[in-house]
């Protein structure tokens, strides 16, 4: 099992572009989470989803845009980025149990 | 929202020595967890604990669950230079059958050799 991946693992955006954060994973988990984290602090909940075709808002939902066609796969879209998304991005998948299995991460730089 | 205090907020060690920290809420939970976060990862968690009270070990790392459900330490014996990086403690509630995390800020650990 590859476990949670996430794609890319750095990019620059200008400001106003658009892009798809890709997280996958191949644990069969139905909850799945979309974090960032800023530099020096915790990880605050963006988006999650309890099922496929199923998703909710977190603590910093404004900006974000999520879907969950699959099991498997649970993308994040910015729209319009705007320098204040520079961050680390973070997905998190779990089954039944409380333990979630995070990802490497996404480095975002919107300049 | 909720939050999590987590402190001390970063920390410079001998090897060898024992380190601790913890993590104090405003809000109950029914779930602290303890994560470690190495340079350039994702958060990888260390233990998991779901009573009141309880006294969970994992290898050189003891943690507790408050009686108050509000608070939770962690500790490590003997630390090594591997035991750098960023230990997290997370609070988990549940809404409506939804599981959600609140993360504290994070302790930075440097062990000097």
């Known amino acids: 099992n590859a476990g949670v991946t996430q794609t890319p693992k750095f990019r620059i955006l200008k400001i106003g572009q658009s892009m798809t954060l890709q997280c996958t994973q191949d644990?069969?988990?139905?909850?799945m989470y979309w974090y960032r984290q800023d530099p020096g602090m915790g990880l605050k909940l963006i988006y999650y989803?309890?099922?496929?075709?199923?998703?909710d808002k977190g603590e910093v939902p404004n900006g974000y845009n999520v879907s969950r066609s699959t099991t498997e796969d649970f993308p994040l879209r910015l729209e319009l980025a705007a320098p204040s998304q520079t961050s680390v991005y973070f997905c998190?998948?779990?089954?039944?149990?409380?333990?979630?299995?995070f990802g490497p991460g996404t480095r975002l730089l919107v300049l | 929202g909720q939050q999590l205090n987590q402190s001390p907020q970063s920390m410079f060690i001998q090897e060898g020595e024992d380190v601790s920290m913890n993590c104090t809420s405003s809000?109950?939970?029914?779930?602290w967890l303890w994560y470690k976060q190495d340079p350039g990862e994702g958060p990888v968690l260390l233990i998991a604990?779901?009573?009141?009270?309880e006294l969970t070990s994992n290898g050189r790392l003891t943690a507790q669950f408050g009686i108050t459900r509000k608070d939770s330490f962690l500790n490590i014996s003997a630390s090594i230079p591997s035991d750098v990086g960023i230990y997290f403690c997370?609070?988990?509630?549940?809404?409506?059958?939804?599981?959600?995390?609140?993360f504290g800020t994070g302790t930075r650990l440097k062990v000097l050799a």
């Open positions: 604990l779901y009573k009141a009270g």
């Open positions: 997370a609070g988990s509630t549940t809404t409506s059958g939804t599981y959600k995390y609140i």
């Open positions: 989803s309890v099922g496929a075709g199923i998703t």
């Open positions: 998190a998948s779990r089954r039944l149990s409380e333990i979630q299995y």
């Open positions: 809000s109950i939970f029914n779930t």
């Open positions: 644990m069969n988990h139905n909850y």
